[in-house]
DNA sequence: GCTGCCTCTGATAGCGCTAACATACCATCC
DNA sequence: GGATGGTATGTTAGCGCTATCAGAGGCAGC
């Protein structure tokens, strides 16, 4: 580690005072770095011991502008602070780090076109090699994509944009999944609290509920609207609890199977014992609520991966769209339901 | 919107396009975007027209080669998937974003002073003008921040580290109104599960409530350790139902309140009749646990501002260490505390 | 010994932008 | 009318790197 003190008017080591200290060009110096079997070994040596004693980094501005290559990929996002959102970030970044790439993170305020067209403006702007939506799918709002330079290369996560590479859990599937173990149980049918409309995770989970339904020639209720909440989801519950017929309850995610929860046990409907309820998503907290959540866990770290992978595939192989991928997740059984009684 | 089909070889417009275009030298372009009132209003429309119809865009590398400014802030976080972390580097992404910067995110993966290290470094090495770190002041693992190059500002995030600028949540205040809201209601004295000692946030907590015990003559218990984890708090709760001297818990995190929530239940202790829960945090569901959990509210945006404010401060203003801010958090009183009757 | 052909290193020219100075032009003043 | 000065624009020289080609030196072959 070379001098870190510093006098006032101090200037960072460059290329060309390497190259003075180990008697090369800077050329050379370049070279070590960028291809270091094309040079000498006892060249190579005496280079990096200068770089080593002058603590010598690249300048990236200098390199990105002459290589037209920024190392970063940007992601575009929306409302990190749950834990769905932020475990799904939280894995692209460690993927990106991995891979050697910056990350630049841009979050929406408002689900709008104009906000999402910004922050992928902005974005863009920082010359990013490639794209990663996180943000959900207000299709209307996403429309934006096709305004993309054709060069970039772009993964949406969960957010099966027509033109785009995707990358998402089956939602579907989980939603089949958590249906399914209610019927197992002798539920005659299951009643469901879905997410936004505008958001893809909330419609495949619908879907998947309604399948899983149908396909056993169950009756369809009405489903519940809800926002993510667990205060909508308590909403949700209220109405719930006023049904006697009601014996199974699918949140759409944890939080607002908190919310049913709480509603029920308001009403005097006992979990799981009346009532049973399934969420979506196994936040860290789902075994410690009461009763313990049965959920669907979400593999968020496999999808960050797998969305890297796959947006680095595009970035370096060329302009080959990548294939869409779909990673299965897992319903995990705790106490919140049980077989029907009521 | 300049025209975004594109032929195989195309080439972004520079400057020069612009120029060439509007019938100016490049230089008269750059007046336009840099400081727009030096240049005749006619001349400047022509330009302004001639960027638009070419859909220019100024290439950020060529200009923070040259300006040695990258307009980006780094942010330093670890583990970002639990609420609170999430919020933070949420409330400092909206405020950095605001202020028209870019925001570079590292994460670490483990807390070791190499980790953060190799982070910085990355940071550092793209040019980040500026650094956050809402990394836990692991205070070993933090000794590289005296390898920073002095001319980088930073500020960091709950995390008291001597040499830099801090703002934080007064963790103090929030434990000891915790604290004294259960001494209040008559409890005899008040036992706490704390969060892992490398973290100042826990330290933070523990002085306070040992500082509002001592402060009214109360024993101060010994404390539970935890790891933040609804486990760990399972755990400390398991211990804390076996004392019947035990009336009232502080628990450091939500997500420990919970599991001490838990392991009550589970023991037959009632909440809040015979034992009372504070919790730390309140994360988005905690009114919706069972029993609602009284808690403190921690102001994550408003940290996520001020940091920003004052790094961007010492960024723009010059190499003067700002002002370090702490800022009060709130108690919310729900339903898991009560006046002792056991 | 000269040619040919490797391997390694150096000189030079940009990448696209801004800083700094140069110039043209017009208005002003004595 | 020429010196003065202010304003709008142009010219030039880099920022620190990589790409490209040129050159130096070594070694084989005839």
Redesign the interface.
């Known amino acids: ?1 070379g001098d ?3 006098a006032k008017n ?1 200037r ?1 080591p460059v290329m060309g005072d390497v190259a003075r200290l180990a008697g090369v060009s800077h050329m050379t110096v370049s070279r070590v770095l960028n291809e270091p079997d094309s040079v000498r070994p006892e060249t190579r040596e005496r280079v990096l011991l200068a770089i080593e004693q002058l603590g010598y ?6 390199r ?2 002459v290589t037209r290559r ?1 190392q ?1 990929l940007g992601v575009v996002c929306f ?5 769905g959102p ?2 799904m ?2 894995g692209i ?2 993927a990106t ?1 991995e891979a050697g790439y ?6 929406l ?1 408002r689900l709008t076109a104009d906000a999402a067209t910004q922050a992928v403006q ?1 974005l ?4 990013v090699e490639g794209l990663v939506l996180i943000a959900p799918q207000a299709v209307e709002a996403m429309a934006f994509v096709r ?1 993309l ?3 970039l290369a772009v993964v949406a996560v969960e957010n099966a944009l027509p033109t785009v590479t995707s990358v998402s859990v089956d939602q579907v599937l989980g939603a089949r999944l958590a249906t399914e173990h209610l019927l197992s149980l002798g539920h005659e049918t299951v009643h469901h609290v879905r997410g936004p409309a505008d958001w893809s995770e909330a419609n495949g989970r619908v879907e998947g509920w309604m399948t899983a339904l149908e396909a056993n020639g169950r009756p369809v209720p009405r489903e519940l609207a809800g926002d993510w ?3 909508s ?2 909403a949700a519950g209220r109405k719930l609890a006023r049904d006697p017929r009601v014996t199974a309850v699918f949140a759409a995610n944890d ?1 607002m199977a ?2 049913v ?2 509603a029920l ?1 308001e009403a005097g409907v006992r979990v799981p014992e009346d009532v049973s309820v399934v969420g979506f998503d196994d936040f ?2 789902a ?4 009763p ?1 959540l049965t959920t669907v866990s979400q593999p ?1 770290r496999e999808v960050g991966r797998q969305s890297i992978e796959i947006l680095l595939g595009e970035v370096e192989g060329g302009a080959a769209r990548g294939a869409s991928a779909v990673i299965p997740p897992e319903l995990v059984v705790r106490a919140s339901t049980a077989a029907r009684r009521r």
């Open positions: 580690m870190v003190s510093v101090w960072l980094r690249r300048n990236s501005a200098a990105s502008l920024s970063t409302d990190t602070t749950h834990h932020a475990s970030l939280n970044v460690h780090e910056a990350v630049s993170v841009a979050s305020r902005r863009v702007h920082q010359s305004a330079p054709t060069t909440s667990a205060a989801g308590y939080s908190l919310g929860l709480r046990l860290p907290e075994a410690y609520v009461t313990p968020f």
